[in-house]
């Protein structure tokens, strides 16, 4: 009985707590960098779990740049999506920037 009204609870009240985090349609404007997009709606969402490197950041080879190499491979993935997204927002880093999950 209790599984039913739980979640049936959670929907009239919008917590996410009974009812599991919400996928929401989004679209990305442009990428800053390999784990940092811009959404149409102008929030900056750092991707959860996903550790970049950062721009400026040198590799072995003279003259390249791995941050630049990290934010051209997040536009790649999401070039055939269009940057039609859905997103999962699970909250804050210690410095206050919005975390998510992105999903195509």
Known sequence: MYRL???LWGLFFHWEIFTGPRLVPARVSRVLDGDT???AS???VRLAGVDAPEL???TR???KDAGV???RCLE???AP???QVRIRIQGQDIYRRTLGALFL
Request: zero cysteines; a positive charge.
């Open 81 to 83: 999506s269009k940057r």
């Open 42 to 44: 102008g929030r900056h």
């Open 5 to 7: 009204l739980w979640p």
């Open 69 to 71: 190499f990290a934010r």
């Open 76 to 78: 790649h993935i999401l």
């Open 56 to 58: 400026g950041q040198p």
């Open 61 to 63: 080879s003279p003259q």
């Open 37 to 39: 997009v811009v959404l």
